[in-house]
């Protein structure tokens, strides 16, 4: 027979529920942290060229900018994306700025992965619905502009209709899986982050730069490549990282809807 609940039982329930929702956010600000402290870091390492910006270069760090909506969620992902923009821009000011100078909105990349991905894992309201929609719109921000190139958005319809997909199916991660499987599961979110993140970039090249029409042309395969390298290795680090550590996510976490 389970004997009764006390008074005292009752108030030892609640202060347990407190510790560990203080502990839970606690762990999120330190992931949140170490993220934005390996995106500055990485922006030191190019991984390609940025055609039209002077010979800047695009680092590493666009790796990490959709691990930050899966792990913190739309909100902090946000906070602690904004801040790692923020932290490279710093990190690479002694060498120009890099292309966070040339394109300022380059510096909400992370920020727009984080808040995107993490609505498009809240699948239980209208996060993916959102997220699609942000990816529609940024697309017909650019076909107003350079219709003439119109394929190279092709990339963020296809974004969007993962995303359309998430609002109606709800994805998990399972660590228990092996092989190939165990890092497809995080695609849909990681397609989503790469393409969120680089919607900054598209938008400061059309409206900031101006980029020549023409351009789009010989900066489509590149910008293919490079986001394939994203989706490859945020799938990769994000499964690794789930697996090691299965309670670091803010779904795991007693806050939520943060």
Known sequence: MVPPMTEGTENESER?????????????????SVLAA????????????????????????????????????????????AISGVLATLVLLPFGGGVYLIIPTTILGPAMAGLFVGL???????????TALYLLLITFLYEIVNYAVWWFMTPYVFAAGVALFLQV??????????????????????????????????????????????????????MLVERIVVIIAAAIVGAIVLTAFKDVTWMNSSDKAQ
Request: aromatic fraction near 10%; hydrophobic fraction near 55%; charge should be neutral.
């Open 169 to 222: 199916k709800q994805i998990g991660f399972d660590p228990a899986r092996e092989g190939l499987s165990k890092y497809i599961q995080l695609l849909p979110l990681v397609i989503i982050g790469a393409m969120a993140d680089h919607s900054m970039m598209a938008m400061g090249s059309v409206y900031l730069l101006a980029l020549p029409v023409d351009l789009f042309t010989v900066i489509f395969p590149l």
């Open 38 to 81: 390996v995106y500055g870091i990485l922006a030191l390492i190019p991984l390609s060229t940025f055609i039209g910006g002077g010979g800047s270069l695009l680092s590493f760090s666009i790796i990490v900018a959709p691990l930050f909506g899966i792990f913190l969620g739309p909100v902090r992902g946000f906070v602690f994306g």
């Open 16 to 32: 347990d529920m407190v510790l560990l929702e203080g502990s839970s956010k606690t762990m999120l600000i330190a992931v949140g």
């Open 120 to 130: 498009a894992r809240s699948n239980e309201k209208l996060g993916p619905l959102i």
